[in-house]
């Protein structure tokens, strides 16, 4: 799973630089995937440890991580296009595509360990 974590860190690096470069550098609140992405790619290699109760320890400092991505950016989504209607004005796009996109990889992610949980206490790897 801590090869998994370094695909999705990537992937929300990537997702920052996007959107900071994309919008002219000019809103460095785009940038959030990146840390987001740096805090999961620092931890992921963290995990690759193999003493079981390390990687144990990192894994779920990562799902934490990616929980509060999800929630982060969901919520963000939601107040930014709310403040908008409020305002009468359109939201901005870009932002908005941002904050969906890393709610749903943060989602995938967080999915993805639950179930990665579940199979290593099934099989007695805890």
Known sequence: MAKVTL??????????LAGY???GSQHPTALIPTWFGLALGVFGLLAMNPSPGRRKLFMHINVTIGLL???GGGFAAIQG???SHSIGAA?????LASKL???A???VYVILCVRSFITARRKGVV
């Open 21 to 23: 470069l994309g919008t």
């Open 91 to 95: 939201p901005d796009m870009t932002a």
């Open 105 to 107: 990889l943060m989602l």
């Open 101 to 103: 996109t890393m709610a």
């Open 69 to 71: 991505g999800f929630l």
């Open 7 to 16: 695909v999705f860190a990537v992937l929300l690096i990537a997702l920052g």
């Open 81 to 83: 296009t709310m403040h």
